[in-house]
Protein backbone atom coordinates (compact mmCIF):
# COMPACT_ATOMS: atom_id res chain seq x y z
CA UNK A 1 0.00 0.00 0.00
CA UNK A 2 1.18 3.48 -1.13
CA UNK A 3 0.81 6.25 1.43
CA UNK A 4 0.72 10.18 0.31
CA UNK A 5 2.32 12.11 2.64
CA UNK A 6 1.54 15.89 2.06
CA UNK A 7 4.34 18.00 4.00
CA UNK A 8 3.93 21.24 5.24
CA UNK A 9 6.48 22.96 2.97
CA UNK A 10 5.35 21.79 0.09
CA UNK A 11 1.74 23.16 0.90
CA UNK A 12 3.55 26.60 2.12
CA UNK A 13 5.36 26.65 -1.20
CA UNK A 14 2.32 25.97 -3.65
CA UNK A 15 0.77 29.02 -1.29
CA UNK A 16 3.63 31.08 -2.20
CA UNK A 17 3.24 29.98 -5.68
CA UNK A 18 -0.38 31.07 -5.99
CA UNK A 19 0.10 34.68 -3.46
CA UNK A 20 2.73 35.13 -6.67
CA UNK A 21 0.33 34.48 -9.36
CA UNK A 22 -2.61 35.98 -7.89
CA UNK A 23 -0.53 39.09 -7.39
CA UNK A 24 1.36 39.50 -11.04
CA UNK A 25 -2.50 39.04 -12.45
CA UNK A 26 -3.84 41.39 -10.23
CA UNK A 27 -0.93 44.20 -10.85
CA UNK A 28 -1.98 43.49 -14.61
CA UNK A 29 -5.56 43.99 -14.34
CA UNK A 30 -4.97 47.23 -12.47
CA UNK A 31 -2.15 48.31 -15.60
CA UNK A 32 -5.22 47.30 -18.18
CA UNK A 33 -7.66 49.73 -15.51
CA UNK A 34 -7.44 52.64 -18.07
CA UNK A 35 -7.95 51.25 -21.28
CA UNK A 36 -11.46 52.61 -22.03
CA UNK A 37 -13.87 51.28 -24.66
CA UNK A 38 -14.26 54.33 -26.91
CA UNK A 39 -16.02 54.19 -30.30
CA UNK A 40 -13.35 54.30 -33.25
CA UNK A 41 -15.54 56.37 -35.31
CA UNK A 42 -16.15 60.40 -34.64
CA UNK A 43 -18.56 61.89 -32.79
CA UNK A 44 -19.64 65.75 -31.94
CA UNK A 45 -19.11 68.33 -29.39
CA UNK A 46 -20.55 71.21 -28.44
CA UNK A 47 -18.95 73.41 -26.07
CA UNK A 48 -19.88 76.54 -23.55
CA UNK A 49 -18.30 78.48 -20.96
CA UNK A 50 -18.71 76.26 -17.27
CA UNK A 51 -18.31 76.96 -14.07
CA UNK A 52 -16.98 73.74 -12.12
CA UNK A 53 -15.10 73.31 -15.25
CA UNK A 54 -13.57 75.64 -17.82
CA UNK A 55 -16.24 74.25 -20.17
CA UNK A 56 -19.50 72.51 -20.18
CA UNK A 57 -19.09 69.39 -22.90
CA UNK A 58 -21.94 67.61 -24.78
CA UNK A 59 -21.52 65.08 -26.59
CA UNK A 60 -23.56 63.35 -29.34
CA UNK A 61 -23.84 60.64 -32.13
CA UNK A 62 -21.88 58.19 -29.50
CA UNK A 63 -23.34 54.69 -30.75
CA UNK A 64 -24.40 52.83 -27.77
CA UNK A 65 -22.77 49.72 -25.72
CA UNK A 66 -19.40 51.59 -25.11
CA UNK A 67 -17.59 53.67 -21.81
CA UNK A 68 -19.10 56.79 -22.82
CA UNK A 69 -22.21 58.22 -23.75
CA UNK A 70 -24.56 60.83 -25.48
CA UNK A 71 -24.99 63.76 -22.50
CA UNK A 72 -22.92 66.86 -21.03
CA UNK A 73 -19.38 66.69 -19.29
CA UNK A 74 -16.63 68.65 -17.20
CA UNK A 75 -14.38 69.01 -19.61
CA UNK A 76 -10.98 71.10 -19.95
CA UNK A 77 -8.84 72.80 -22.57
CA UNK A 78 -5.60 71.57 -23.34
CA UNK A 79 -4.25 73.62 -26.17
CA UNK A 80 -3.75 76.99 -25.77
CA UNK A 81 -2.16 77.81 -29.22
CA UNK A 82 -6.17 78.43 -30.94
CA UNK A 83 -9.76 78.81 -29.98
CA UNK A 84 -12.85 76.80 -29.76
CA UNK A 85 -16.07 78.49 -31.23
CA UNK A 86 -18.88 77.73 -28.60
CA UNK A 87 -22.45 76.15 -29.15
CA UNK A 88 -24.62 75.85 -31.17
CA UNK A 89 -21.20 75.70 -33.03
CA UNK A 90 -20.44 71.49 -33.41
CA UNK A 91 -17.12 70.12 -33.98
CA UNK A 92 -16.40 66.45 -35.34
CA UNK A 93 -13.80 64.91 -32.48
CA UNK A 94 -12.33 61.63 -31.85
CA UNK A 95 -12.39 60.22 -28.68
CA UNK A 96 -8.96 58.98 -27.21
CA UNK A 97 -8.34 57.17 -23.83
CA UNK A 98 -5.70 59.78 -21.62
CA UNK A 99 -4.40 56.43 -20.66
CA UNK A 100 -3.61 55.77 -24.70
CA UNK A 101 -3.27 58.97 -26.72
CA UNK A 102 -2.86 59.75 -30.63
CA UNK A 103 0.68 59.59 -31.28
CA UNK A 104 1.29 63.54 -31.30
CA UNK A 105 -0.07 64.16 -27.66
CA UNK A 106 2.15 60.76 -26.53
CA UNK A 107 4.63 62.49 -24.70
CA UNK A 108 2.27 64.87 -22.72
CA UNK A 109 2.16 64.37 -18.99
CA UNK A 110 -1.53 62.76 -18.66
CA UNK A 111 -0.40 60.77 -15.83
CA UNK A 112 -0.62 64.61 -13.86
CA UNK A 113 -3.81 65.65 -15.43
CA UNK A 114 -5.12 62.70 -14.21
CA UNK A 115 -3.99 63.31 -10.89
CA UNK A 116 -4.92 66.65 -11.18
CA UNK A 117 -8.52 65.35 -12.01
CA UNK A 118 -8.92 63.19 -8.91
CA UNK A 119 -7.10 65.40 -6.13
CA UNK A 120 -9.29 69.37 -7.14
CA UNK A 121 -7.52 72.22 -5.48
CA UNK A 122 -9.58 75.70 -6.30
CA UNK A 123 -11.62 76.83 -8.29
CA UNK A 124 -11.69 75.88 -12.70
CA UNK A 125 -9.45 78.85 -13.13
CA UNK A 126 -6.67 77.17 -10.82
CA UNK A 127 -7.32 73.45 -12.22
CA UNK A 128 -7.14 75.13 -16.12
CA UNK A 129 -3.75 76.95 -15.49
CA UNK A 130 -2.37 73.56 -13.83
CA UNK A 131 -3.70 71.51 -16.59
CA UNK A 132 -2.03 73.75 -19.23
CA UNK A 133 1.40 74.15 -17.16
CA UNK A 134 1.41 70.16 -17.98
CA UNK A 135 0.46 69.93 -21.99
CA UNK A 136 2.07 72.82 -23.48
CA UNK A 137 1.62 72.43 -26.74
CA UNK A 138 3.00 75.86 -27.88
CA UNK A 139 6.26 75.47 -25.14
CA UNK A 140 6.10 76.39 -21.59
CA UNK A 141 3.32 77.63 -19.90
CA UNK A 142 3.62 79.41 -16.94
CA UNK A 143 0.07 79.95 -14.56
CA UNK A 144 -0.59 83.16 -12.90
CA UNK A 145 -1.72 82.41 -9.60
CA UNK A 146 -0.59 80.86 -5.98
CA UNK A 147 -3.66 78.41 -5.69
CA UNK A 148 -2.54 76.94 -9.34
CA UNK A 149 1.61 76.20 -8.70
CA UNK A 150 0.03 74.26 -4.87
CA UNK A 151 -1.72 72.41 -7.55
CA UNK A 152 1.33 71.76 -9.84
CA UNK A 153 3.45 71.59 -6.75
CA UNK A 154 1.04 69.10 -5.16
CA UNK A 155 1.35 67.12 -8.49
CA UNK A 156 4.95 67.25 -9.40
CA UNK A 157 5.10 65.50 -5.63
CA UNK A 158 2.70 62.94 -6.00
CA UNK A 159 1.14 62.52 -9.45
CA UNK A 160 4.05 60.94 -11.40
CA UNK A 161 2.86 57.66 -12.97
CA UNK A 162 -0.73 57.96 -11.61
CA UNK A 163 -3.01 55.60 -13.20
CA UNK A 164 -7.15 55.65 -12.21
CA UNK A 165 -8.81 53.03 -11.23
CA UNK A 166 -12.48 51.79 -11.02
CA UNK A 167 -14.11 54.37 -9.86
CA UNK A 168 -11.82 57.52 -10.55
CA UNK A 169 -11.77 59.98 -12.83
CA UNK A 170 -9.93 59.83 -16.14
CA UNK A 171 -9.62 62.50 -19.04
CA UNK A 172 -10.60 61.24 -22.33
CA UNK A 173 -9.01 63.52 -25.35
CA UNK A 174 -11.01 64.73 -27.95
CA UNK A 175 -8.87 65.12 -30.75
CA UNK A 176 -10.43 67.50 -33.65
CA UNK A 177 -10.82 66.16 -37.08
CA UNK A 178 -10.04 69.36 -39.48
CA UNK A 179 -11.31 69.49 -43.10
CA UNK A 180 -10.00 71.97 -45.57
CA UNK A 181 -12.04 74.93 -44.85
CA UNK A 182 -12.15 74.56 -40.96
CA UNK A 183 -9.65 76.90 -39.15
CA UNK A 184 -7.67 75.18 -36.34
CA UNK A 185 -9.65 73.62 -33.53
CA UNK A 186 -8.91 73.50 -29.77
CA UNK A 187 -7.80 70.33 -28.50
CA UNK A 188 -10.13 69.66 -25.52
CA UNK A 189 -10.64 66.59 -22.83
CA UNK A 190 -13.81 65.38 -20.78
CA UNK A 191 -13.94 63.77 -17.13
CA UNK A 192 -15.53 60.25 -17.26
CA UNK A 193 -15.38 58.33 -14.31
CA UNK A 194 -13.24 54.99 -15.39
CA UNK A 195 -15.35 52.31 -15.27
CA UNK A 196 -12.70 49.56 -16.20
CA UNK A 197 -13.00 46.58 -13.46
CA UNK A 198 -10.00 44.63 -13.04
CA UNK A 199 -10.58 41.00 -14.27
CA UNK A 200 -8.80 39.68 -11.31
CA UNK A 201 -9.93 42.01 -8.92
CA UNK A 202 -9.97 39.57 -5.67
CA UNK A 203 -7.77 36.76 -6.26
CA UNK A 204 -5.18 37.78 -3.68
CA UNK A 205 -8.28 37.56 -1.03
CA UNK A 206 -9.11 34.12 -2.51
CA UNK A 207 -5.94 32.78 -1.99
CA UNK A 208 -5.80 34.10 1.57
CA UNK A 209 -9.65 32.66 2.00
CA UNK A 210 -7.50 28.97 0.50
CA UNK A 211 -5.38 28.61 3.21
CA UNK A 212 -7.19 27.21 5.90
CA UNK A 213 -9.12 25.03 3.24
CA UNK A 214 -5.62 23.52 1.93
CA UNK A 215 -3.80 23.40 5.97
CA UNK A 216 -7.39 21.20 6.76
CA UNK A 217 -6.76 19.25 3.41
CA UNK A 218 -2.81 18.51 4.60
CA UNK A 219 -4.62 17.75 8.11
CA UNK A 220 -7.30 15.43 6.81
CA UNK A 221 -4.85 13.68 4.07
CA UNK A 222 -1.90 13.00 7.39
CA UNK A 223 -4.50 11.46 9.55
CA UNK A 224 -5.68 9.53 6.96
CA UNK A 225 -2.61 7.85 5.60
CA UNK A 226 -1.37 7.69 9.61
CA UNK A 227 -5.17 5.42 9.82
CA UNK A 228 -3.80 3.39 6.79
CA UNK A 229 -0.67 3.16 8.58
CA UNK A 230 -1.55 2.05 11.44
CA UNK A 231 -3.83 -0.85 10.06
CA UNK A 232 -1.08 -1.76 7.96
CA UNK A 233 1.35 -2.27 10.55
CA UNK A 234 -1.55 -4.27 12.96
CA UNK A 235 -2.18 -6.54 9.70
CA UNK A 236 1.52 -7.84 9.42
CA UNK A 237 1.48 -7.99 13.32
CA UNK A 238 -1.16 -10.54 13.34
CA UNK A 239 -0.27 -12.15 10.69
CA UNK A 240 1.12 -15.75 11.50
CA UNK A 241 4.71 -16.46 10.30
CA UNK A 242 5.32 -19.72 8.89
CA UNK A 243 8.58 -21.83 8.57
CA UNK A 244 10.19 -23.20 5.34
Not at 157 to 179: D, E, M, R, S, W
Request: net charge negative.
Amino acid sequence: MRIFAVSVKTVAMGFAILMIMSSIMVFDARAAEAELNLPSTSVFIEVINGTESYFITKLSGVPSGYDITNGTYLGWCVDVRTSIARSPATHEVRLFSSANPPSELANDSWDMVNYILNHKQGNAGDIQQAIWYFIHMDGNYTPTNTLAWAIINDTLANGKGFTPLNGQTIAVICHPLIYSHQSDVQITIIEITNPVIPEFPSILILSILMLPALLASVAYKRKHCSHEHKLARASIEETPKTGL
